[in-house]
């Protein structure tokens, strides 16, 4: 059964700084990964979809890595605003079945 | 383009009720979905559907039913509400099953009393 672990939990960092937030995932064998912004009470918002093929994908301010045989993505968010501000979801293909599985998230705040 | 569209908001059942959470998309998606999204517990798969007519059980799937008679519209039937059932629901949907990204809706907040 595919498992998927976000670190930090939460984070909290000034505006400003450059961060990196953590997704591991325990079956390697994965089509893609994607990565999602939550705000609160809202639905979920596509950030970055990797495919197992790439190594790493770039949307303005944010990048996102994937390293299959580690069995690790990472979401680099650059210069961050107090917009930023939200939680952020990984997910990888369920193993064998359909849907995905989302880690837990990583609630981001920045500080003003 | 409206994406995905989830009726209601909000909604508040006494145990018992049933109810049915609507779902449209208008991105001629074959692959749609449902999650519920409880803390501490992430979003966790319950039904899903592949195409008009094929509808399949995710993870959680007891006490909640599908059909999918379109392609846009997936509405997911609460048919005897439980507290457990208290919960975030979203839709999502998907060009295809896998290697595609996932779309998904603004949400339903159901309390069940």
């Known amino acids: 059964k595919q498992e998927v672990t976000q670190i930090p939990a939460a984070l909290s960092v000034p505006e400003g700084e450059n961060l990196v937030l953590n997704c591991s995932f325990t079956?390697?064998?994965?089509?893609?990964l994607q990565w999602f912004r939550q705000d609160p009470g809202k639905g979920l918002t596509s950030l970055l979809l990797?495919?197992?093929?790439?190594r790493e994908q770039t949307s303005g301010r944010l990048n996102a890595s994937l390293d299959k045989s580690s069995g690790r993505s990472t979401l680099y968010i650059a210069a961050s605003q107090p917009g930023d501000s939200a939680t952020y979801l990984c997910a990888v293909p369920r193993g064998g079945a359909d849907g995905l599985t989302f880690g837990k998230g990583t609630h981001l705040i920045i500080q003003p | 383009n409206a994406g995905v569209t989830q009726t209601p908001k909000f909604q508040v059942l006494k145990t018992g009720q049933s109810m049915t959470l609507q779902c449209a998309q208008d991105?001629?998606?074959?692959?749609m979905s449902w999650y519920r999204q409880d803390p501490g517990m992430g979003l966790r798969l319950i039904h899903y559907?592949?195409?008009?007519?094929?509808?399949d059980q995710g993870e959680v799937p007891n006490g909640y039913n599908v059909s999918r008679s379109t392609t846009e519209d997936f509405p997911l039937r609460l048919l005897s509400a439980a507290p457990s059932q208290t919960s975030v629901y979203f839709c999502?949907?998907?060009?295809?099953?896998?290697?595609?990204?996932?779309?998904f809706g603004q949400g339903t907040r159901l309390t069940v009393v």
């Open positions: 559907s592949v195409g008009a007519g094929i509808t």
């Open positions: 999502a949907s998907s060009l295809g099953q896998t290697g595609v990204e996932a779309f």
């Open positions: 079956d390697s064998a994965i089509y893609n």
């Open positions: 991105m001629n998606h074959e692959y």
């Open positions: 990797i495919q197992s093929s790439q």
